[in-house]
C-alpha cells in the first residue's frame, strides 16, 4: 500500500493553486498538432472536484458562443502546463451541477471578497 502511495507522490506537482468549486479558473493546457506544440488556455468556473491524490480531477465549465461546454481537466497530468485563480466564488455546494438549467445572470456565482 505504501509502495503505490511513493510511486504516486512522485508524479504529482507540488505547486498547485487553491482550487475550489465555485471559482474562475484558466486552465493552460499543451496541445500537439501534427508535429506542432502549443499551450491553449480554458478558462471557466469550476462545477465539480472529484478523487483525490494522483487521481484528482476537476470540471471547468464555460459559455462559448451560447453554447455551454465541460471540460474534465486531470490535475496532476504532465499536459497541464498551469493552473490559475481569476476570481474566488461563494458557494455552499460541493457539486454546481445545477448551474447547467441557468442561463445568464441566474448562472453567474458571486464572488468571495
Do not use: W
Not at 14 to 43: H, I, S, Y
Not at 47 to 72: D, F, L, M, P, Q
Amino acid at each position: 500500500m505504501d509502495l503505490v502511495k511513493i510511486l504516486s507522490e512522485r508524479y504529482m506537482k507540488p505547486e498547485l493553486p487553491e482550487m475550489n468549486v465555485g471559482d474562475t479558473v484558466r486552465v493552460t493546457v499543451r496541445v500537439k498538432e501534427g508535429n506542432r506544440e502549443r499551450n491553449q488556455a480554458f478558462e471557466g468556473t469550476i462545477i465539480a472536484k472529484k478523487h483525490g491524490g494522483i487521481n484528482e480531477t476537476i470540471t471547468v465549465r464555460r459559455i462559448s458562443y451560447n453554447v455551454g461546454c465541460e471540460k474534465v481537466f486531470p490535475v496532476h497530468s504532465p499536459s497541464i502546463v498551469s493552473v490559475e485563480t481569476v476570481r474566488k466564488g461563494k458557494v455552499r455546494r460541493a457539486k454546481l451541477y445545477y448551474i447547467r438549467n441557468r442561463v445568464g445572470k441566474q448562472a453567474k456565482v458571486k464572488e468571495r471578497l
